[in-house]
């Protein structure tokens, strides 16, 4: 089992920022890939970001250049800052564990089939 307890959602005005925190359980979390996806209303889930153990990020293009992903180890805990923030990023913030501890291209890393354990999301609102 590996939990995840996510903070720092909240309302935020366009253009505004927020970082979100995911802490996790789990004395192998060095090994883990973290990353965050997000959901809004009537949507499916996307992928946001993702951080590998040997600190490699992927970001989707959407979000490139406005959001940076970051794990500190000793705090077990991976974080996403956020800047500009537009309303159509409403939604709910997922963190997720891949605990395969394995590599492979951007497509395996993005995917949503690849994450085997889920935070309970934390929900950011961008006012326009």
């Known amino acids: 089992q590996v939990h995840l307890v996510e903070s720092g959602g909240g309302l935020v005005q366009a253009g505004g920022s927020l970082r979100l925190s995911c802490a996790a359980s789990?004395?192998?979390?060095?090994?883990?890939?973290m990353a965050w996806f997000r959901q809004a209303p009537g949507k499916e889930r996307e992928f946001v970001a993702a951080?590998?153990?040997?600190?490699?990020?992927y970001l989707a293009n959407s979000v490139k250049g406005r959001f940076t992903i970051s794990r500190d180890n000793a705090k077990t805990t991976v974080y996403l800052q956020m800047n500009s923030l537009k309303p159509e990023e409403t939604a709910v913030y997922y963190c997720?564990?891949?605990?395969?501890?394995?590599?492979?291209?951007?497509?395996?890393?993005?995917?949503?089939?690849?994450?085997?354990?889920w935070g309970q999301g934390t929900q950011v609102t961008v006012s326009s």
């Open positions: 997720a564990v891949d605990s395969s501890r394995y590599y492979s291209s951007s497509a395996y890393h993005t995917a949503l089939g690849s994450y085997d354990y």
């Open positions: 789990g004395r192998t979390f060095s090994s883990y890939t």
């Open positions: 951080i590998r153990s040997d600190g490699t990020t």
